[in-house]
């Protein structure tokens, strides 16, 4: 059997946005450790339609999408935190994801979820990666007990080239993976 699959959902319109990052961390941690990994990025996101149930028609990106996360062990899901909650780009990926009712893993059953949330506020962080465990409690999910918060008002975690170098999120991130891998392997 090969390794757990990992698939990571986040960002926004902005290239290279904080949450992105941070979910491609915890992506890397969790090939360190041996998983298979993809990416759905803030410009993959923004490519999928206005999800509509009554329309059973799904474009190539939108296929794509769900038959990775219908195969997938473990997800992480990062997101900003707009006004309090998870973005419409994030949320429409999500609703996507109702394709998946009628499979024998319902949504997120038996998965491990990891989250990520980024916002220029620990109030916004707080609400937020709460109101995304909700999400992923209604789906059937296993949130990890650890969450990574980002206050992108306050932290600056990336250098100049992108890479993570705050030690306190370099920890979270690591821990994130390890508890995906974790869950993602008792459900295996």
């Not at 491990?112 to 980024?118: T, Y």
């Not at 789906?139 to 306190?168: C, H, K, V, Y």
């Given at each position: 059997m090969s390794g757990p699959r990992v698939v990571g959902i986040g960002g926004t319109t902005r290239p290279g946005s904080s949450g992105e990052r941070l979910v491609r961390a915890v992506l890397a941690a969790c090939e360190d450790r041996g998983a298979t990994t993809r990416m759905f990025g803030g410009a993959d996101l923004a490519a999928l339609p206005h999800f509509a149930p009554e329309i059973p028609e799904r474009t190539e990106a939108q296929r794509d999408f769900v038959a990775a996360v219908r195969e997938c062990d473990g997800l992480v899901i990062g997101t900003p935190g707009y006004h309090g909650g998870v973005s419409g780009l994030v949320k429409n990926a999500i609703?996507?994801?109702?394709?998946?009712?009628?499979?024998?893993?319902?949504?997120?059953?038996?998965?491990?979820?990891?989250?990520?949330?980024?916002?220029?506020?620990?109030?916004?962080?707080?609400?937020?990666?709460?109101?995304?465990?909700?999400?992923?409690?209604?789906?059937?999910?296993?949130?990890?007990?650890?969450?990574?918060?980002?206050?992108?008002?306050?932290?600056?975690?990336?250098?100049?080239?992108?890479?993570?170098?705050?030690?306190?999120?370099?920890?979270?991130?690591?821990?994130q993976a390890e508890q995906i891998l974790f869950l993602a392997g008792a459900a295996r």
């Open positions: 609703d996507l994801l109702e394709d998946l009712n009628a499979d024998t893993r319902v949504y997120f059953d038996r998965r491990a979820v990891g989250l990520v949330v980024s916002a220029a506020g620990w109030q916004a962080c707080g609400v937020t990666l709460q109101a995304l465990r909700g999400i992923v409690h209604a789906m059937r999910g296993w949130p990890t007990p650890i969450g990574i918060a980002l206050n992108s008002a306050e932290q600056r975690p990336f250098d100049e080239d992108g890479r993570l170098i705050d030690n306190a999120l370099t920890r979270q991130v690591a821990l």
